[in-house]
């Protein structure tokens, strides 16, 4: 066990370069959700170079590399994401963003490129190792329905199925060389919700003759508002919000139309169902009884991410095992969203964080034009997963 731990731990310094070189270029070619035929090709060419054999164009523009080690054993599935942002970068880096208004601000270049730095210690150590690993490259994480959704719903994992599906994710906030992993369930559901008020609208003047849509529409938003203070169990975190609101009036002018845009977060599977029903019974109830009527839309997005609770507990002893104790945190709960969950409710699944903050300098937060990751993360990230892919 330790000769495996330091080998792998001498070839990712020695490979550390070249895993640079990869996320630095695509990090320089962004490409938007579904649209990675880029990003593809570059990883296909780089298999290629590694003799690792692969099937493409999985879920569009995905793709599934298989190692084999000495003997049958389990099936480990690695999944990095690839696609970008709709985001002009602004970060200054020679090897900025190319692809005007594209930029990868969450880290999937990065996610990439350790993956395709895995996947050459792995095959380097093949007879070391026991089992079959799959190295999952999957577009559109960003954009719902979720390259993983589409990748399942192929049947990209049925033959073989994996016995354990291990993905890691950038972290601004935690020092490089650090890592994080929760137990049980970890991040929220996503869903969008769209509202629609209808009605009559007029001069603003004469309120009598029309149906106040802007009223309406606020009216319903605080009444939305009782779902989590007094409807859903207070240990159930949930958290609905309103980011968009649109009446094309004037201020003398009442639309006859307002639309309403927002985000529905939980980390219960069953209460995620009641609360759709509770939006539209509460927001059609509403617009009804003062006079107007409300059409209710709600876009059924990420399901909770769900780490198995005794193959987290494994990764986080071998994480200590490989790494100095203190650089393996414990996470909290985060109500952002995350397709990987579609794998969490298949398969048994880990799902951690690896920190890159800058040790001087700003890192800037996720989906800002600002983000840039500290580089010295690379080895942690490519290292580690390439222990816990021979271990769990």
């Not at 209808?198 to 938003?221: F, M, R, V």
């Amino acid at each position: 066990m330790e000769e495996i731990k330091n080998r792998i731990k001498e070839l990712t310094k020695e490979h550390l370069e070249q895993i640079i070189k990869d996320r630095r270029y695509l990090h320089q070619h962004p490409e938007l959700s579904f649209e990675e035929h880029g990003t593809s090709a570059y990883i296909a060419s780089r298999l290629r170079e590694m003799g690792i054999p692969f099937r493409d164009k999985v879920a569009g523009t995905g793709i599934i590399a298989t190692l084999k080690g000495k003997s049958e054993g389990k099936v480990i599935a690695l999944r990095a994401d690839m696609d970008a942002l709709p985001i002009q970068e602004e970060t200054g880096l020679p090897f900025a963003s190319v692809n005007k208004g594209i930029m990868h601000a969450c880290g999937h270049d990065a996610h990439s490129a350790a993956l395709l730095g895995v996947a050459h210690i792995l095959n380097q150590l093949k007879e070391k190792w026991t089992g079959t690993v799959l190295l999952i490259f999957q577009p559109g994480e960003e954009k719902f329905p979720g390259g993983a959704s589409l990748l399942l719903k192929e049947g990209a994992l049925d033959r073989p199925k994996p016995d354990l599906v291990i993905g890691q994710h950038v972290l601004p906030d935690m020092p490089a060389g650090h890592v994080g992993f929760k137990p049980g369930m970890y991040m929220a559901s996503g869903d969008e919700v769209y509202l629609t008020v209808h009605g009559q609208g007029g001069h603003a003047a004469l309120p009598h003759t029309l149906n106040d849509t802007i009223l309406i529409a606020s009216h319903i938003i605080v009444a939305l508002q009782q779902i989590v203070s007094r409807m859903v169990p207070a240990n159930i975190p949930t958290v609905l919000s309103f980011g968009r609101i649109e009446g094309l009036g004037a201020t003398n002018i009442i639309p006859g139309k307002v639309e309403i845009a927002g985000t529905l977060r939980t980390m219960d599977e069953t209460w995620r169902e009641k609360i759709q029903e509770l939006i539209k019974k509460i927001a059609e109830g509403t617009a009804i009884s003062m006079g107007a009527y409300c059409t209710v839309d709600i876009k059924h997005g990420y399901p909770v991410v769900h780490n198995h609770e005794k193959s987290t507990k494994k990764a986080i002893s071998l994480a200590k095992n490989f790494l100095d104790e203190e650089r393996v945190e414990d996470m909290d709960i985060r109500m952002t969203a995350e397709d990987f969950g579609y794998y969490t409710h298949q398969f048994p699944s880990v799902f951690y964080r690896f920190g890159v903050k800058q040790k001087t300098g700003k890192t800037g937060a996720l989906h800002t034009p600002q983000f840039n990751l500290n580089e010295k993360a690379m080895e942690t990230a490519t290292g580690l997963l390439t222990w816990l892919t021979v271990n769990c």
